[in-house]
């Protein structure tokens, strides 16, 4: 076949003031290129000299406090010779049934900075990069895994890295010195600042699609349409399904960021009528259904995996020491104090409850045709919580959810147990840097490691 294929650029729907990228279409040549001459027919098949140069991606997903302890478990087999090696999910790892033979199930790995430094944040400004954290005013840690990889990698995509949260960070310190910052940012640019994280939709949908200018409040889709339809007749019968998929999905996250917006804009109305002196702080434009927050928040990490406008992201579900209430499941306390009481039917609720977050992420990309396989095929989501139980504020261990083969350099569908291996051989580094080698980032150390995770 004589057409090069090296899909290494994406194509970019151009409207007035604003940029939306495409997900993979298999009739066009090249990402960013002119859609060959035949491009109604299908793509012929590729042979052997053809090069598809797919997207790898990597995210975390992270919950402060800890899990029920009782219902977070995973196992292969029941104990009989017969037994298939299909995973056997605990109570609260439910969500993951659909998708379990595409996910890994670890346990026993931690954070030894994060250990015998006393409770929360000292266990949490770490987790993704085995720092040791300073104490009193200066902020000093280390620069987190997906920021090594947007460094790396930054340069490939319009943007770097998306770093997002469903709660605002807190200031001030800890009893134990420690600052709140800490217990507040999981990415971190360097060893001494957290990467800014975006807590608002609508300003993460505007930013992943460079929505600018006066008109940012109006559809990106109806400014686009034009391109869009151009793009349409060029492409194959089912590119053109997908082509529509991906619209339609697009314009169900505008209306519903739209929706914020809206919000915002009428406490700003509000607030202008009143005496700035007595003055209380205007709402801040943020879902009042925190469900609503995390699948938007999820659904935009989704699209910016899918149209490779980033590689890398972060998602503070809920950080260390949260705040946040869960009156849809039937729980009378803030999230932190409820984690006091891990092992209570109510604490698991909140446990299972943030596993149907990182599942309905996985599930969300495995859902993306892309290439040979889908988004999630061609990622690395991580879920990490920064203890495994409150009552203990117990960091000797963590809980670990992996999810995507990443272009089949991860074996999938498994329980690993390290909890027996020894400290050197069940560090969160060393998962971390088994992982860059798959990202195609080659270090000799990561945080506290040097080796990397053995039968991962």
């Known amino acids: 076949m004589g057409r090069n294929r090296n899909l290494s ?72 010779e017969s037994a298939s090696d299909e995973l056997q999910l605990g109570q609260s790892l439910q969500p993951l049934e659909p998708i379990k033979h595409k996910v890994n199930v670890i346990h026993g790995l931690f954070n030894k900075q994060a250990t015998g430094v006393g409770i929360h944040p000292g266990q949490t400004g770490n987790i993704l990069s085995g720092a040791a954290l300073q104490r009193g005013a200066v ?31 807190i200031t ?11 217990s507040s940012h999981i990415s971190w640019q360097n060893t001494a600042a957290p990467v800014p994280m975006e807590v608002y939709p609508s300003l993460a949908f505007d930013s992943l699609f460079d929505n600018r200018g006066s008109q940012r409040m109006s559809s990106i889709l109806d400014r686009a349409r034009e391109h869009a339809e151009h ?53 801040d434009g943020l879902p009042e259904d925190i469900r609503e927050h995390m699948r938007l928040m999820c659904d935009l990490i989704a699209m910016a995996f899918q149209t490779d406008r980033t590689r890398v992201a ?10 946040l209430f869960y009156p849809f499941l039937d729980v009378r306390l803030a999230h932190h104090p409820a984690s006091h009481d891990e092992r209570s ?15 309905y992420l996985a599930k969300k990309l495995d859902a993306m045709p892309e290439a040979d396989g889908t988004v999630l095929d061609h990622s690395c989501l991580l879920f990490l919580s920064n203890m495994w139980t409150g009552s203990q504020h117990d960091s000797t261990k963590v ?39 798959r990202m195609n980032v080659k270090l000799d150390q990561f945080g506290d490691a040097t080796t990397r995770l053995a039968g991962f």
């Not at 298999?26 to 001459?37: D, I, K, M, N």
């Not at 972060?314 to 705040?323: A, E, N, P």
Request: charged content about 25%; overall charge negative; hydrophobic content about 40%.
């Open 231 to 283: 793009i349409r007749r060029q492409v194959s019968h089912a590119d053109r399904a997908k082509l529509d998929e991906y619209l339609t999905s697009v314009r169900e996250v505008e209306t519903r960021v739209q929706r914020m917006r809206d919000h915002q804009h009428k406490a700003e109305a509000k607030a202008a009528d009143r005496n700035p002196l007595t003055l209380s702080r205007p709402d």
């Open 314 to 323: 972060t998602l503070l579900l809920c950080r260390d020491l949260s705040g």
């Open 139 to 169: 902020l000093r840690g280390g620069i987190s895994v997906d920021q090594v990889l947007a460094k790396e990698l930054g340069d490939a995509t319009p943007q770097a890295s998306i770093v997002l949260g469903c709660e605002q960070p």
């Open 9 to 80: 650029r994406r194509l970019m729907l151009q409207g007035t003031g604003v940029a939306i990228a495409l997900p993979w279409l298999e009739s066009l040549a090249v990402w960013g290129a002119p859609a060959p001459a035949d491009a109604a027919e299908p793509a012929p098949s590729r042979d052997a000299s053809e090069s598809v140069d797919v997207p790898r991606r990597f995210a975390v997903l992270f919950m402060g406090n800890g899990i029920n302890p009782d219902h977070w478990w995973a196992k292969q087999g029941n104990g009989s």
């Open 399 to 437: 809980p670990v959810l992996q999810a995507g083969s990443l272009c089949n350099s991860i074996a999938t569908g498994r329980s690993l147990d390290y909890l027996s291996a020894g400290d050197d051989n069940r560090k969160l580094c060393s998962l971390y840097l088994a992982i860059l080698d």
């Open 172 to 182: 001030g310190y800890h009893e134990t010195n420690f600052s709140m910052a800490y």
């Open 345 to 359: 039917d109510a604490y698991e609720r909140i446990s299972r409850y943030y596993c149907e977050q990182f599942a």
